[in-house]
């Protein structure tokens, strides 16, 4: 099946004008598909066509006398990738292209980088100015507008022939099926294929499995997809599973590097921007604001190729920083949303993690470790299997020791955050650990006389820091709150403080502040402890912040549209999906 996509007719358009054309994007978007029927297009008026992998197989076939149309795949397959083919090509490109006249044209498959360089190439050796720029000859496969995904859902539903149920619960979920993020025209052909009959034993009380099915196969990677990573060269497939290890998003190429150098430290054979270039736009994006997937499926599927394989990850393990730690402990991944703990398979996966968080602890930043921390709690909070909930608590508890013992050893102030996080870790244990020493830290945001008589936004700030200690201490250590004299000592403190917050709100300047640090006493003591009147200011005061505080959601009085802020050139709109598939 074929739809004719914007993208197919800029090509032939293109092809047309300057009897060349390139067509990129990301796997799966029908670059191939295109290029084939554009030459099955001009078979049909007396046209040759070859399909070429290398340059030599165009000129063991070109012959000036005949029309002839070659298509020539430079790095893309449906079941290898091969970029050393796009380096061929550009070599031979100045000859390809002084080939071009009236008979002889020529689609290609190609990275943008390699075209771009290969061009530079020709122009810089024969000074012509004849060949076109990129930019002229550049389409985008991957360029589907919502008209073109809906008449290729429409187009792979109506040729499958499916039961009348299965054709309601297409058109129930079509526009969630074409707004996906992870929507390819081949993912749509293999839903189509291989699950929609499933669909048709569904009835309306199971659209929500319904939705979880069509999820799954929409952001599940595809068999060419993985055939294509393991046929990669042994450095690209390290890359690939060293940016793992990288903050999500997009990365910085200096820091890609050194998150490379990190997982091979024994040294590359090329340059990590070469290697990055081999992958670009078949695994990578290269963006003016950094490197990251070309789709995120791409991701889940160098996590499972890890997870199979016992050496590599014993390797990523043992020098990960905090990206890969919260990986391996990471939950409800994958594209189901049901991986747990990917990386941590047997005795030996857990002692590499427990060894390399020894190591890394000292090196972390504050909201690193905090990460760490609420990773750890967050997976032994759902883990239900025994054997991992027993190495889970091993490994917190491990960790909590000894973060605890550097702090009390340093006799310093701790963040309030950082302290939250692992009182958070330790409730999550079947036997806590001992609390930290937390005098240090509460002497550093005690509160001061200063604030009491004038107070500024450092003061005012370091008092909402201090309140903040406090409200953690009474969910997780009341005893604490209480030795420290809470409830007690600082009556008399909480009450001027009070007063002196109440005259603090008039400037607009520190009301923000103002405002925060009285919420925080409400929330924390009672009326009788801080006395009726002192009660009743925070009530009067609190009540008349409502309006003020911007972190509570409210209604709207009209909800926000959902259509582009700029139109689009087709006039196709989301109400004409339903449109379209009532056809099936």
């Not at 060894?355 to 972390?364: M, S, T």
């Not at 020791?401 to 009390?408: E, K, L, P, Q």
């Not at 005690?446 to 009474?474: I, K, Q, S, V, Y």
């Not at 909480?494 to 502040?513: F, G, H, Q, W």
């Amino acid at each position: 099946m074929f739809w004719p996509t914007r993208a197919y007719e800029r090509a032939r358009d293109v092809l047309g004008r300057h009897r060349f054309v390139v067509l990129t994007g990301p796997p799966e978007m029908g670059k191939t598909a295109i290029a084939e029927m554009l030459a099955l297009a001009y078979l049909t008026d007396g046209w040759e066509a070859h399909q070429c992998n290398d340059p030599e197989q165009v000129w063991s076939v070109f012959d000036r006398e005949r029309r002839q149309l070659f298509i020539a795949d430079d790095a893309f397959g449906s079941t290898e990738y091969r970029p050393d083919a796009a380096e061929r090509w550009a070599r031979g490109l100045g000859r390809l292209l002084e080939m071009l006249d009236a008979q002889h044209w020529l689609i290609r498959t190609s990275r943008p980088a390699p075209l771009k360089a290969g061009l530079r190439r020709v122009q810089r050796e024969s000074g012509s100015e004849r060949f076109p720029a990129p930019g002229e000859v550049l389409v985008d496969a991957g360029d589907l507008d919502l008209a073109d995904k809906t008449l290729i859902l429409f187009r792979h539903a109506k040729d499958h022939g499916a039961g009348g149920m299965a054709r309601r619960l297409v058109r129930s979920a079509g526009l969630s099926i074409v707004e996906h993020p992870h929507f390819t025209p081949e993912r749509i052909r293999r839903f189509v294929t291989d699950r929609l009959d499933e669909l048709q034993g569904l009835v309306a009380e199971d659209e929500r499995r319904m939705l979880r099915m069509i999820e799954e196969e929409l952001a599940s990677p595809t068999e060419a997809m993985r055939t294509s990573f393991r046929a990669l060269e042994s450095e690209h497939r390290e890359l690939l599973i060293s940016l793992l290890d990288a903050p999500a998003g997009l990365i910085d190429e200096r820091e890609l590097a050194a998150v490379v150098r990190r997982h091979h430290a024994g040294g590359l054979s090329r340059p990590v921007c070469e290697l990055v270039d081999r992958l670009t736009d078949h695994f990578l994006r290269v963006t003016p604001l950094g490197i990251g997937w070309v789709h995120p499926s791409w991701r889940d599927l160098v996590i499972d190729e890890l997870r199979e394989d016992r050496n590599a990850r014993r390797r990523f393990l043992s020098v990960s920083a905090v990206d890969g730690v919260t990986l391996a402990v990471s939950r409800a991944g994958g594209s189901t949303g049901e991986r747990m703990l990917p990386l941590l398979i047997d005795d030996a996966d857990w002692d590499a993690l427990g060894d390399r968080l020894h190591e890394l602890r000292p090196e972390l930043e504050d909201r690193e470790l905090a990460r760490v921390l609420l990773a750890l709690s967050g997976a032994i909070a759902v883990v239900h299997d025994p054997y991992q909930a027993r190495e889970l608590d091993s490994l917190a508890a491990n960790l909590l020791r000894t973060i605890r013992r550097a702090w009390d050893e340093q006799h310093g102030p701790v963040p309030v955050f950082l302290l939250e996080a692992w009182y958070g870790a330790n409730a999550c244990l079947a036997k806590p650990v001992a609390h930290p020493q937390l005098a240090p830290t509460w002497a550093e945001l005690h509160p001061g006389a200063l604030l009491l008589e004038h107070p500024d936004r450092a003061e005012l700030a370091r008092t909402e820091e201090w309140l903040a200690f406090a409200e953690m201490l009474r969910r997780y250590d009341l005893a604490a709150l209480e030795w420290f004299g809470f409830f007690t000592r600082d009556r008399d403190l909480l009450e001027r403080l009070i007063v002196t917050l109440t005259r603090a709100s008039a400037d607009e300047e520190l009301r923000p502040l103002t405002e925060s640090v009285l919420a925080r006493i409400e929330r924390l003591v009672p009326g009788p402890a801080v006395g009726a009147q002192s009660a009743r200011e925070i009530g009067r005061l609190v009540d008349g912040l409502g309006r003020r505080r911007w972190w509570v959601p409210e209604d709207i009085a009209a909800p926000p549209s959902t259509e582009p802020a700029i139109a689009s050139a087709s006039d196709f709109h989301r109400a004409d999906v339903d449109r379209v598939l009532r056809d099936l």
